[in-house]
């Protein structure tokens, strides 16, 4: 037997011991003692009515066989913990044996709620145990206090789980012990023990505005009523974001609203409300450290990385081409709820979460390190890009980066669907895109554009935005690409982004300013060395002669374009056909467009027998045809139009695709094939074309 024994003082009335406890026990104390470990009421709770009701009316379930579980979810610094603790303590009445908090997060237990091991060790010592040698380990003082609280009246908030592992062990089917889990996710891995969940949104905005009347007084608030309404918007109803700018402004009573307001939107909001906390724990970025320092060295350098990135969402591309074996980490990153999948399969991190990142990467990372995973993070960008623009454009293209392989895994877009799609792909990295070019903002450092970057990316989104109707993006894209060609004194380049300034105003209808281009992109190539930029620009005028109705000055430019075209390249010889033939249509000369577009559509086609199908311009060859025989041979005219719609929705061109439908309204089909037109009109952005099939409907 152990040498252990049992020691009774006082009075100790009836003394019952089941099976055998490894240490010593004081019982028949006058009056049980209540065991409290856990955190006071904090004064910064607002406005959880709807949420309180809802945990009051659980509380009432589970006296007649409810869950004793509950996980609570949200955001870090969305006001998680402070909702649990605080009804835990407002119903203490409940639990007479004891409260308890545990961080369950990974970190020191100097947060909001103790560590597991010393929760155990505080218990003990409150409830008059003293452990044995058999509970030394933190596993074994984990089961035992559980065997001690088991069926006792007890809540129990385990903070910040990471895993269904950490709550197990305290689940129990006996009555007595409450369960209050919170976490960033719902918790997976529960469900035979039925548990209760409750998502947690941002305050409402008169809630923050309460907080900051309250706390830095009225006269205050009123003084700066414009910067206080920014305040809150910037706090986006994140409990942490608003205790700490409210208790900053208090304790600096000299600090204008409207400088905490402008510092917290250059340096970010965590960095801005980090002044005057000389103690980490009691800073507003303390939540985020905690997960952050729980990392391993690879999720960690990751996260940093993730915060150098411009914008919130990336995809997993992105984390190969800066760590080729960074799956695992982007996957811990998942499962601990720093980085989420959003409908479309792409990584998202929460905004507050996305600022620690940036800087933990800025304190914890040398300048050298951020240098090179910014310039990695870029060159993904235009690689990708790059890789995307090959398939949806067979244009020769004038960046070496064609000829080039990537120094890092790039997208694959040999899938035709999902987000690998090079149009879907290109649509949702936009934003990081254009971020990469523009380099503003605290991310960049002051690290300025490499010179070529920005022409060379506007070449490779060129074919994205014809599909997409983004014109405001692609003018913004082309007027940094502009300014960066010019920095380069690269007349070749000059020329590129001039014709495609040009190709965009014509497709708006814009003539006279899309000539314009076109003339300053001919300049341009004569200056340089590249052939192939004469016969372009050569060709766009001709286009835009066309266009305005004038066809043998069109006619002109196209022969003058002649010796500039490649001969190698069959679908040069074919687009330009394909232009004479809309020349001649134009003209009025039906015998010489037949023949124009009959040569065009037979080079298209042996651009297919290759396996280089040109579905787009296949389509506009077709479509001309049908055009030519609408009056004499409807019928005719119709298969045209339905081939040449089918190549368009293949190319994902909708303009085209509803200049089809129009055709085919104005053919017999009426009102249902008009609608389905103005439809796509719209989606581009079509506002003449648009106008035009309303008429057609009125």
Known sequence: MS???????????????????????????????????????????????????????????????????????????????????????????????????????????????????????????????????????????????????????????????????????????????????????????????????????????????????????????????QATAELVRLCGGLPILAGHAAALLYDEDELRLADLVRRMADQGRLTALEAGHDEPMVRPSAVFEVMYRELGAPAARLYCALGLHPVRDFDSGLVLALFADGGPALELLRKRGMVKLDQRGRYVMEDLTYEHAGLAARRDLAPAERAWMRSRIADFYLYGAAAASRQLSHRWTLSPLYEQAAPFPIPDFAASQGPLHPIAWLGDSLPAIMACMERAGRVWEGAELPQGYGWQMAEATHAYFPHSGRSDERATILGWAEQDADACHNPDAQARIQAQWGEMLLGQGRLDEAEQRFQRSLAQAQLGVEYRGIGAALEWLGITERRRGNPEAALAYFDRAVPYLDPARTRSQALLQMHRGDAHAVLGDMPAATDSYAAAIALFRRLAGEGKRDHANEGKVLAGQAELLMREHPHQARALFEEARALFQAACRPYQEAKVWEALGDLGDGAAAWRTALELYESVGAQEARERVQSKLA
């Open 3 to 225: 040498a252990s024994i049992n020691v009774f003082d006082g009075q100790s009335g009836t003394v019952v011991q089941v099976g055998t406890l490894n240490g010593s026990l004081e019982l028949g104390q006058p009056a049980r003692r209540t065991v409290r470990l856990i955190p006071a009421v904090t004064s910064l709770f607002r406005d959880r009515a709807p949420e309180f009701a809802t945990l009051n009316a659980w509380a009432e379930q589970t006296e007649s066989g409810g869950s004793r579980l509950w996980n609570i979810t949200g955001p870090s610094g969305i006001g998680k913990t402070t909702l649990a603790l605080t009804w835990i303590n407002e119903n203490r009445g409940r639990f007479d044996h004891a409260q308890i908090a545990m961080e369950c997060g990974g970190g020191p237990g100097e947060g909001r709620g103790r560590s597991i091991e010393e929760v155990c060790d505080r218990y003990f010592a409150l409830a008059g145990l003293s452990h044995g040698p058999a509970a030394e380990t933190a596993v074994a003082k984990m089961e035992l206090l559980r065997s001690l609280i088991d069926g006792e009246k007890v809540a129990l908030l385990l903070d910040d789980v990471q895993s269904a592992a950490q709550v197990l062990p305290f689940v129990s089917n006996l009555p007595g012990v409450l369960v209050v889990a919170t976490s960033r996710l719902p918790l997976p891995g529960l469900a035979l023990f039925r548990p209760l969940r409750l998502t947690l949104a941002p305050l409402p905005d008169e809630a923050v505005m309460e907080m900051l009347v309250e706390i830095v007084g009225t006269d205050r608030t009123a003084a700066e009523p």
